[in-house]
């Protein structure tokens, strides 16, 4: 976060900002908790996202109890220094009916989502997966099948319909993601050179 903490407004929500936790691999919505000095202190000393429940009047650390913590990564202040936007990783579901989010109808980056599932799938090897067979042919069969896609769209480009160019895309996506595993990267990486190219 930067240096703007004495800046925010506290006297507005009664010593109280309300705090929107965004996961920071798939930007999809987590919840709403409120934060006080003491729980802003808090969130940044231990690196896990805690909040002032309204309910025990006292500081809760997400995931006190059930361990789905929620592991800093940053906080953003908006434009009326009255609230914050914490981008964190989550461990396990966020809400307490074991979803991941407590917006059930929230979604996040489909292109982050997939990462994630050709990160498990590369951690855990599953017998059948498509993914895992990829993985165990090696690079240079990971990098062919990123080539036949490539040329696939490129096709579909010129001679096929939306649909058909869409779904070849959606191919090529996934093999390149499943290509960057493969060398130990994944999308997080890639969006840091686009950044960086667009800065």
């Given at each position: 976060?930067?240096?703007?903490?004495?800046?925010?407004?506290?006297?507005?929500?009664?010593?109280?900002?309300?705090?929107?936790?965004?996961?920071?691999?798939?930007?999809?919505?987590?919840?709403?908790?409120?934060?006080?000095?003491?729980?802003?202190?808090?969130?940044?000393?231990?690196?896990?996202?805690?909040?002032?429940?309204?309910?025990?009047?006292?500081?809760?650390?997400?995931?006190?109890?059930?361990?789905?913590?929620?592991?800093?990564?940053?906080?953003?202040i908006d434009?009326?220094?009255?609230?914050?936007?914490?981008?964190?990783?989550?461990?396990?579901?966020?809400?307490?009916?074991?979803?991941?989010?407590?917006?059930?109808?929230?979604?996040?980056?489909?292109?982050?989502?997939?990462?994630?599932?050709?990160?498990?799938?590369?951690?855990?090897?599953?017998?059948?997966?498509?993914?895992?067979?990829?993985?165990?042919?090696?690079?240079?069969?990971?990098?062919?099948?990123?080539?036949?896609?490539?040329?696939?769209?490129?096709?579909?480009?010129v001679v096929?319909?939306d649909a058909?160019?869409?779904?070849?895309?959606?191919?090529?996506?996934?093999?390149?993601?499943?290509?960057?595993?493969?060398?130990?990267?994944?999308?997080?990486?890639?969006?840091?050179?686009?950044?960086?190219?667009?800065?």
């Amino acid at each position: 976060m930067r240096d703007a903490m004495p800046a925010l407004d506290w006297d507005k929500g009664g010593g109280l900002l309300p705090a929107i936790v965004q996961d920071a691999r798939t930007q999809r919505v987590l919840m709403l908790g409120y934060m006080s000095r003491e729980s802003l202190a808090a969130t940044h000393e231990t690196g896990l996202v805690t909040f002032f429940s309204r309910s025990r009047q006292r500081l809760w650390t997400k995931g006190e109890y059930s361990g789905h913590h929620l592991k800093l990564v940053a906080i953003e202040i908006d434009c009326d220094a009255d609230a914050l936007l914490v981008t964190a990783e989550p461990q396990g579901p966020t809400c307490h009916l074991g979803r991941d989010s407590c917006f059930g109808g929230a979604r996040g980056s489909a292109l982050a989502e997939l990462d994630r599932v050709v990160e498990s799938r590369a951690a855990a090897m599953p017998e059948g997966s498509y993914t895992t067979r990829l993985l165990a042919g090696g690079i240079r069969r990971i990098a062919q099948k990123v080539g036949e896609e490539g040329v696939e769209t490129a096709l579909a480009a010129v001679v096929e319909e939306d649909a058909a160019l869409l779904g070849e895309a959606a191919d090529l996506a996934y093999h390149l993601l499943v290509l960057l595993r493969a060398r130990g990267l994944g999308l997080s990486d890639l969006e840091q050179v686009l950044r960086t190219r667009s800065a």
